[in-house]
C-alpha cells in the first residue's frame, strides 16, 4: 500500500537533546512538508521541499532542521534551540501540482521532559 | 498570503441533526480549498476539495460543502450527525502552482447521543 509513513508514534527526550523523526513515502510524490500540531493552534509549517536537495522554511522554522537527500524521505531534526518541542509532529506530501491534496502521515508525538 | 477562519473551536449536535462547522477564507487570487478530519493521535484524511467547476462539493462520510466566492466562505455540512464523526475538523487553503497548505485552527465536533 502506497502510503507515508512516519516513526517513531511516540517519542521521549530530555531536555537539550537533539532529536530526529523520520518520515519516509512511496507515493513518488514531489513535495513534502513537516507539520507542528498544538492544541488550539492547528497546523503550523516548520519546513518544506519541493524537491530533492532543496528546501524552505515555514513559518516556524526557528529551533528545527531538515534534510531531502532522497525522494522518498525528508527527517526532521528538534535541536536544542527549540524552546518548547513538546509537540505533535506531522508529516505530509503531495505532488507539488495546484489543487492537489496533501497526504498525511499517521504522527510521531514528541515529549520532552 | 491565504489566511483560514474556523468559527467556533468546539461544536456540539445531537446524533441525527444537522451538522455545520463554519471556515472563512482570505485569498487575493483563486483558492483551492480542503477539509479534513482528525481522530485523536492520528493523521489527517481528506474529506473534500474544491478547485474548479461546481461550487458544491460532495466528500467522504455524507460531507459536503459549498464554495461562495462573494462570502469567502467554504462551510462544511452534513445533514445528520453520527456519533464516529467526533473528531477534529481542519479547513484550509492553498493558491496555484507550489503552495503550500494553510489550515485554520480547527473546530472539535462532539456528538451526544
Known amino acids: 500500500d502506497g502510503g507515508i509513513t512516519q516513526s517513531p508514534k511516540y517519542l521521549f527526550r530530555k531536555e537539550g537533546q537533539n532529536v530526529t523523526l523520520s518520515c519516509e513515502q512511496n507515493l513518488n510524490h514531489d513535495a513534502m512538508y513537516w507539520y507542528r500540531q498544538d492544541p488550539g493552534q492547528g497546523l503550523r509549517l516548520i519546513y518544506y521541499s519541493q524537491i530533492v536537495n532543496d528546501f524552505q522554511k515555514g513559518d516556524i522554522a526557528e529551533g528545527y532542521s531538515v534534510s531531502r537527500e532522497k525522494k522518498e524521505s525528508f527527517p526532521l531534526t528538534v535541536t536544542s534551540a527549540q524552546k518548547n518541542p513538546t509537540a505533535f509532529y506531522l508529516c505530509?506530501?503531495?505532488?507539488?501540482?495546484?489543487?492537489?491534496?496533501?497526504?498525511f502521515g499517521q504522527g510521531t508525538r514528541l515529549t520532552v521532559v | 498570503a491565504q489566511s483560514v477562519t474556523q468559527l467556533g473551536s468546539h461544536v456540539s449536535v445531537s446524533e441525527g441533526a444537522l451538522v455545520l462547522l463554519r471556515c472563512n477564507y482570505s485569498s487575493s487570487v483563486p483558492p483551492y480549498l480542503f477539509w479534513y478530519v482528525q481522530y485523536p493521535n492520528q493523521g489527517l484524511q481528506l474529506l473534500l476539495k474544491?478547485?474548479?467547476?461546481?461550487?458544491l462539493v460532495k466528500g467522504i462520510n455524507g460531507f459536503e460543502a459549498e464554495f461562495k466566492k462573494s462570502e469567502t466562505s467554504f462551510h462544511l455540512t452534513k445533514p445528520s450527525a453520527h456519533m464516529s464523526d467526533a473528531a477534529e475538523y481542519f479547513c484550509?487553503?492553498?493558491?496555484?502552482?507550489?503552495?503550500?497548505?494553510?489550515f485554520g485552527k480547527g473546530t472539535m465536533l462532539l456528538v451526544s447521543p
Open positions: 505530509a506530501s503531495n505532488p507539488a501540482v495546484g489543487g492537489t491534496e496533501a497526504f
Open positions: 474544491y478547485t474548479t467547476g461546481a461550487t
Open positions: 484550509a487553503v492553498s493558491v496555484g502552482g507550489y503552495s503550500t497548505l494553510t
